[in-house]
C-alpha cells in the first residue's frame, strides 16, 4: 500500500495513514485503500481488533485532500460521499471486530468523521476535533452530521457543524466523543492495552455486542429484539458453553470464536 503503513501486534492489526506532507488528508487512493485494510480486518481469522491512526505527531487525518474536490459538481460530490460512506466509514462502523482510533493531533472534517465511525476513541492530549465543511461552503459528507449528533448530542453538534470552530482534546472527553485522552507518546499503548483485553473475550460474543449497540442508531431495526435474538443465537455457540465452564471451574476460558 502506498498511503498507508500497516503493522501486527498481539493480533491486532494497526492501520497508519501515512502521508505526513498532507497531513495525512484522505484521498480517492487513501479510501480506497482503507476500504482493503478494513476488508482485511472482517476476513483475516488472525485479526481480532484493529486501530487506526496517523503518521507523525501533527495530524490523525486532517481533513479531505480539497484539490480532488475542485473538478466535482452535485452529482460527483454524491458519488464520492455515497463510495466513501459504503466502502469505508460504514464498513468501519459495522465490522464485527472491534475498530479504535488513536487521534494524534488534528481530526478534522473527514478525519473527525473517520475517528467517528471507530467503535470507540483514545485521544493524545494534543488532538483537536473539528468539522470545518461551512468554511468551504459545504457541509460533512462522510457521516458526520450523524455520528456526531449521536456522540455528542444536537445542541453541540450543531454548534460545531454550523461554526466550524474546533474543540480539543479534553472538551471532547467531556462532549463525550473520545474515551481517553493520554500523552501523545502514551497513545498506540492505551489503544493497544484495551484492545488486548476485547481480544480475550468470546469474538461472537464481541461481534453479537457491536451489532446490537450499533442497532440502537437504525431506526428501522428493533434493537431490543435484535439483541434478544442474538442474546438467544449465542446459546449455541461453543465459546458460550466454554465460558459458562470455566466460570463453574474457577478458571480462564479459552475462547475460540465457534
Given at each position: 500500500?502506498?498511503?498507508?503503513?500497516?503493522?501486527?501486534?498481539?493480533?491486532?492489526?494497526?492501520?497508519?495513514?501515512?502521508?505526513?506532507?498532507?497531513?495525512?488528508?484522505?484521498?480517492?487512493?487513501v479510501i480506497e485503500e482503507l476500504s482493503a485494510a478494513i476488508d482485511d480486518v472482517y476476513n483475516n481469522p488472525d485479526i481480532k481488533s484493529a486501530v487506526?491512526?496517523?503518521?507523525?505527531?501533527?495530524?490523525?487525518?486532517?481533513?479531505?485532500?480539497?484539490?480532488?474536490?475542485?473538478?466535482?459538481?452535485?452529482?460527483?460530490?454524491?458519488?464520492?460521499?455515497?463510495?466513501?460512506?459504503?466502502?469505508?466509514f460504514n464498513k468501519i462502523e459495522n465490522s464485527p471486530k472491534p475498530v479504535i482510533a488513536a487521534v494524534n493531533g488534528f481530526a478534522l472534517g473527514g478525519?473527525?468523521?473517520?475517528?467517528?465511525?471507530?467503535?470507540?476513541?483514545?485521544?493524545?492530549?494534543?488532538?483537536?476535533?473539528?468539522?470545518?465543511?461551512?468554511?468551504?461552503?459545504?457541509?460533512?459528507?462522510?457521516?458526520?452530521?450523524?455520528?456526531?449528533?449521536?456522540?455528542?448530542?444536537?445542541?453541540?453538534?450543531?454548534?460545531?457543524?454550523?461554526?466550524?470552530?474546533?474543540?480539543?482534546?479534553?472538551?471532547?472527553?467531556?462532549?463525550?466523543?473520545?474515551?481517553?485522552?493520554?500523552?501523545?507518546?502514551?497513545?498506540?499503548?492505551?489503544?493497544?492495552?484495551?484492545?488486548?483485553?476485547?481480544?480475550?473475550?468470546?469474538?461472537?460474543?464481541?461481534?453479537?455486542?457491536?451489532?446490537?449497540?450499533?442497532?440502537?442508531?437504525?431506526?428501522?431495526?428493533?434493537?431490543?429484539?435484535?439483541?434478544?435474538?442474538?442474546?438467544?443465537?449465542?446459546?449455541?455457540?461453543?465459546?458460550?458453553?466454554?465460558?459458562?465452564?470455566?466460570?463453574?471451574?474457577?478458571?480462564?476460558?479459552?475462547?475460540?470464536?465457534?
Amino acid at each position: 500500500m502506498k498511503t498507508l503503513s500497516l503493522s501486527f501486534q498481539s493480533q491486532i492489526l494497526i492501520i497508519t495513514i501515512n502521508r505526513t506532507d498532507k497531513l495525512n488528508a484522505l484521498n480517492k487512493q487513501v479510501i480506497e485503500e482503507l476500504s482493503a485494510a478494513i476488508d482485511d480486518v472482517y476476513n483475516n481469522p488472525d485479526i481480532k481488533s484493529a486501530v487506526i491512526t496517523g503518521s507523525g505527531e501533527k495530524a490523525f487525518v486532517a481533513g479531505a485532500d480539497i484539490s480532488e474536490f475542485t473538478a466535482l459538481d452535485a452529482n460527483g460530490g454524491k458519488a464520492l460521499a455515497q463510495k466513501g460512506q459504503e466502502n469505508v466509514f460504514n464498513k468501519i462502523e459495522n465490522s464485527p471486530k472491534p475498530v479504535i482510533a488513536a487521534v494524534n493531533g488534528f481530526a478534522l472534517g473527514g478525519g473527525c468523521e473517520l475517528a467517528m465511525a471507530c467503535h470507540f476513541r483514545v485521544a493524545g492530549n494534543n488532538a483537536k476535533f473539528g468539522q470545518p465543511e461551512v468554511n468551504l461552503g459545504l457541509i460533512p459528507g462522510y457521516g458526520g452530521t450523524q455520528r456526531l449528533t449521536q456522540l455528542a448530542g444536537k445542541g453541540r453538534a450543531m454548534e460545531m457543524i454550523l461554526s466550524g470552530n474546533l474543540i480539543d482534546a479534553h472538551t471532547a472527553l467531556q462532549y463525550g466523543l473520545v474515551n481517553y485522552v493520554v500523552a501523545p507518546e502514551e497513545l498506540l499503548k492505551k489503544a493497544i492495552g484495551i484492545l488486548e483485553i476485547i481480544n480475550s473475550k468470546a469474538p461472537l460474543a464481541v461481534a453479537g455486542a457491536i451489532k446490537a449497540v450499533n442497532a440502537v442508531f437504525d431506526e428501522q431495526l428493533d434493537g431490543y429484539g435484535i439483541e434478544i435474538d442474538t442474546f438467544g443465537e449465542l446459546f449455541n455457540t461453543e465459546d458460550a458453553k466454554e465460558g459458562a465452564a470455566a466460570f463453574m471451574e474457577k478458571r480462564k476460558p479459552a475462547f475460540r470464536g465457534r
